[in-house]
């Protein structure tokens, strides 16, 4: 979908789309009645906005929205087991799945990443933890909608000639 679809689309596929990018309705709804976006920065700062005025049960409901991420392809048993004691370990906590951004980890580190994540976390109280969840859901709103988006944020804008680009003409020539 481009940011023009988003624009232009029925509020309901608007709704769906953005939906997909984080499972909070309150969040969706926001997004979809501040369009139209000029651009992909200002879609991203109205996803930032609101994923800050996300309440209590906006966050849960996004969280129970959010499953485990997939392992990498010929990840070992042991890390298999690692972490799903790890994820084990943080939903008998926090009572929700373990949610982390990994945009800008290499992809060689990210299950490192993930665990490292896991083990700090599990020493936060419940409502650090929530403030700390709630900010990993604003990042992964924000990076699913600038994928979804990716397209149009990375193609060029055509390029209208301004009139100092026409060719001189002389009068009468």
Request: proline letters at 8%.
């Amino acid at each position: 979908m481009t940011l023009t679809d988003l624009n232009s689309a029925p509020a309901a596929e608007a709704h769906r789309m953005v939906l997909s990018c984080l499972r909070s309705r309150h969040w969706a709804r926001r997004i979809v009645a501040h369009r139209p976006y000029p651009d992909l920065d200002s879609l991203l700062a109205a996803s930032d906005e609101a994923a800050y005025d996300m309440t209590a049960g906006d966050i849960a409901e996004a969280l129970a929205g959010e499953s485990l991420p997939a392992l990498p392809a010929g990840t070992y048993f042991a890390a298999h087991t690692a972490l799903s004691a790890a994820h084990a370990a943080y939903e008998t906590r926090f009572g929700h799945v373990f949610v982390v951004a990994l945009d800008g980890v290499d992809p060689r580190h990210a299950l490192d990443h993930v665990l490292t994540g896991i083990r700090s976390r599990l020493a936060n109280d419940p409502e650090e933890e929530r403030v700390v969840a709630a900010e990993q859901l604003r990042r992964l709103a924000r990076s699913r909608l600038a994928g979804t988006l990716r397209s149009t944020a990375s193609a060029p804008a055509p390029r209208l000639p301004r009139p100092s680009d026409e060719p001189a003409t002389t009068p009468g020539g």
